[in-house]
């Protein structure tokens, strides 16, 4: 669904071709990974996503990134992502709701430099922000209290980015999704925030079999940042730790994965790919096809994935270690995912058909 797409009156069966049709350009762009020198081309995100909290007065806008210049060649823009952005409604000082996408790769709360200016929010002190890539000293901006749905958070420190890498006015890290329990219904492309005690209700229909597959269920260890570092998750025979980034596109795996599990690299190892987070500069990717990943005993089959020692596996101490990434690729896989902070655990849904 592009911008002003109105959404609402949208059958079922034309939202699931649309997803999947957003999943497979993942698989489309892989050719751009085979060190051609092609680069990837700009585009507007055409997956339009909306969220719900149950606890919010108002509907939640919907998200609509904006274009962005295209990257240099063999550049791959982590956080372009077409499956698993999703927003909730953010009020800043008591102002009107605002679009704050869902990360939970990013350890910090972040709010864009258009809104800051536009609210008169006064300068903070500069603070180091670690992204996937990188990190890097930032600007902050203070807030007086950032309200979600009913639940309000005075005194922040946020640091802040031009809305064009955000792709929304805001960003809603770790710091303040660690209160909560997020739902990120994939099927129904909504996410949903509420406390660790309440019950939600999440799409059942289009799972694999004729009947609901119960969730399963993977307990998690804290990270430094509140991460949920996850057990369970087995790439091609080799146990490996897993860490769920929503706002990440493609799922990536370090160096001591790829070599753990023998993946051979599509990429020419002289010509590997960059890939650019939101701070700091690129890295250095290559890609390859795991033969069976499986994440709490469910198997997902052949998958692709990057490979890269990114600087977010350096701060939850998993350079050493084969570890990966999770991100929209996989995730949507899924019915939905469900990540509970307060009882540090995380449940998959069913597995979708695949078209």
Known sequence: MTSGDDGASEPAYRKDRRRFAA????????????????AIPSRRTALTLMAALPLAASPVAALAQTETAPPAPDTLRLFRNLLTRMGVAVALNGGPARTFIIDTGAERS?????????????????????????A???????????????????????????????GADGLLGLDLLSRFRLVLDV???????ARSSDSVSVGEAGEIGARRQ???????????????????????????????????QYSIGNLALMRAARIAPATDPDRPTRMEGIVGGAVAVQSGDARDLKIAGRALGPTPLLFADLHAFHILNLMDEPALLLGGDVLTRFSHVILDYGRGRVAFGGLLRRS
């Open 136 to 166: 890097e000293a930032t600007p902050t901006v203070r807030v007086e209290a950032v309200e979600v749905g009913r639940r309000r958070f005075p005194g922040l420190e946020m640091p802040v980015f031009p809305r064009q890498a955000l």
């Open 214 to 248: 119960a969730d399963v269920v993977v307990s998690g260890r804290r990270g430094p940042s509140g991460q949920l570092i996850l057990t369970r998750v087995v790439v091609d025979g080799v146990e490996t730790s897993a860490f769920i980034d929503s706002g990440a």
């Open 187 to 193: 099927r129904a492309g909504r996410a949903l925030l």
């Open 23 to 38: 999943r497979e350009e993942i698989r489309r762009l892989r050719p751009f990974l085979s060190g051609s020198g092609a």
């Open 110 to 134: 972040a709010v864009s430099r258009e809104l800051a200016r536009t609210l008169g929010l006064p300068s903070g002190p500069d603070v180091m922000v670690h992204s996937v890539t990188a």
